[in-house]
């Protein structure tokens, strides 16, 4: 297994356009985690599943933020109408079940134009 | 969670031991020290953990002072490869969130 896996790894779009990413966890590994970094800070949480459960969103996470996990497995997340203000990395992570070791992917650096 | 206090940067020789300290005199009880570290525009890297014993892995060892108030995270021979941003985050396993302050952003030079 080579670990957490986001795609796209850039996106550059243009303000007003929706954007979705994709993240693929380690294998069994049952919690999935979002989070989003800006520059020169660390990252922040912002949302997280069990399974196919989104089980707590934080206030970061606005109503043009969505994210899914249909199937227990991989995971999206959609930004509509993107700001610029929504410029930043996005992380996901996963662990194999409550209270284990996170372990992040490489991120996708979203730059809205 | 409890805070954590970081120094902002640190430099360190090639060869050398880093260490690096992080205070965090609220913790609590059942509140694990964890340490990641991030690499210039790379998603965090775990690197060790623990609650009250001094733990080694074959990337680092985690010092814990006995009251639990600060912990120091020490590379034995730190490579240019270590260069990186340092974060120490204290985590309750009741809480699946992790807190990531500003860390220390470690320099290794030749």
């Known amino acids: 297994d080579t670990g957490v896996s986001q795609n796209p790894r850039h996106k550059i779009t243009k303000r007003g356009q929706n954007v979705t990413f994709r993240c693929d966890p380690i294998?069994?590994?049952?919690?999935l985690y979002w989070y989003r970094q800006t520059l020169g800070q660390g990252p922040e949480f912002l949302t997280y599943f069990q399974n196919e459960a989104q089980l707590e969103k934080s206030r970061l996470l606005s109503d043009r933020f969505s994210a899914e996990r249909p199937k227990g497995s991989f995971s999206t997340l959609e930004i509509q109408r993107t700001e610029q203000g929504d410029s930043a990395m996005y992380l996901c992570?996963?662990?194999?079940?409550?209270?284990?070791?996170?372990?992040f992917g490489p991120g996708t650096r979203l730059t809205v134009l | 969670d409890a805070k954590t206090t970081q120094p902002t940067s640190m430099d360190c020789a090639e060869g050398r031991a880093a260490n690096l300290p992080c205070n965090h005199s609220t913790i609590s009880g059942n509140e694990y020290v964890y340490w990641y570290r991030q690499i210039h525009s790379q998603g965090p890297q775990y690197i060790i953990h623990g609650l009250k014993n001094n733990e080694t892995n074959e990337m680092a060892s985690l010092i814990i002072t006995e009251d639990r108030k600060s912990s120091t995270l020490i590379l034995p021979h730190a490579t240019l490869r270590d260069t990186a941003v340092y974060y120490c985050?204290?985590?309750?396993?009741?809480?699946?969130?992790?807190?990531f302050g500003t860390g220390t952003r470690l320099q290794v030079f030749p």
């Open positions: 294998s069994e590994h049952n919690r």
């Open positions: 992570a996963s662990s194999l079940s409550e209270g284990d070791t996170q372990y």
């Open positions: 985050i204290v985590r309750s396993h009741n809480t699946d969130k992790l807190i």
